[in-house]
């Protein structure tokens, strides 16, 4: 598929207190690689495990499916460059063929390719489009394999190789529906209270008619999903408890859709963005009906992210308290989402920033929130205290969390002065925090005014 599963996310956000504790130190405390420590590369091939074929109709040929693959490797400090990529598909004798792309040179057998894949990114794209059909004679339920290997110029020792047996693609005939949805383009720059339509069609690249279809949709929260149904039932955004607020919607349509034919819902569906709008996503997947399976569901759903043009208002709020030496004081602090617009990390599951806390100097916590960890970064006072506290994976507008510490006056130290500071963080950007100035604070024990 090309999105990540939004039911994966949903139960990750169940867990987005641990997630915060574990992305700590990446998010919140400014821990970089030394500029002379030894950094590695990795490179990698991207292949679905599962590619399905139809099974070739009597005395004809099958239809061609395309199978797409590619290089990526990890670390972008590194270019790399001449991506090979060698497929061997003699493991397909008698069940499945293939037609080699033009970046491909086959071997004399027309079994074993070397692939020319240019630049490897840090992101996979498909960079080879092979295109493969079952055999003339290929029974249903034939099974073949393709097996991989690459290497590339660049990483540090200058030549990168993809891990033996890292990849590799089970081809099987099957007969029935295969139903698909067609990418959507991404959009940024809308404005919040604008409408968009969905370019959702339902398209049939099966040898069976799908008698009938349902469908899925996953709606972030600063859309609105306005067209409504009678096959769909609505629920959300706000009935989602500690999870992600979204808008769920299932639906069952009685359209057939025969083999090749491409199919609408009864009227075209549409979106409302919202004042409340930021980093949005839109999920939505099809199945055939009558719990038959679908023959690939590589294509069966698809993530339309859409940007508004919106920002939102992360602030702390600092205290001010007084004792003595000996003391326990509730000396913590208070963060807000000013709004206009919500954060959610839907795709990652990681909070929405981070807290550093620098306790006043003299002081020790003796208490401290559940979503709060000891931290260090490099340049830290070891006689100064450092807590870094989470946030969930997601922040509505006029959302307000008290962090109450509390400290041990170990020795009284006039206008002792702690520090707050918050990083915003977002799977998108962090721009969209604009008013910089409230994101840090001070928690003063014993001020002297």
Known sequence: MSSVSVGRVLRRGACAAAVGALVVAGLGSGVAFADDAAQSDQLWIQAPYDQAVTVAPDGGAAQYRSLALGLYHDNDNFTVTAGRLTVDVSGLAGVAEVVWPGNCAPDDAGTVAVCDTGDVPTRYSAQVQLKVRAAVGAAVGAQGSIAYSAEATGGPDGTLVAPEDSAATSVTVGSGPDLGVSAPQDVTGVAPGAGLTVPFAVTNTGNETAHGFSVKMWATYGLDVVTRYPQCTYTGPDDGGEYT???????????????????????????????????????????????????????????????ADNTADFAVRGTKVSGAAGDTVTAGFRFANHGPAWVGNVSSGDPVAVIDYYLPPGTTATSVPATCHTAWTSGDDPAVGHYACTLPMWAKPDLKVGFPFQLRIDRVVPDATGRVIVHPHSDASTTFDPKTRNNSAKVIVNPSA
Do not use: K
């Open 245 to 307: 607020p979204m808008t769920y919607v299932t639906c069952a349509f009685d359209t057939d859709v025969a083999p090749g034919a491409t199919v609408e819902l009864p009227e075209p569906l549409r979106l409302a963005v919202t004042d409340h709008a930021l980093y949005e996503r839109f999920d939505y997947e099809v199945q055939p009906g009558g719990d038959v399976t679908d023959l690939d569901g590589s294509d069966n759903g698809r993530s339309w992210h859409i940007g």
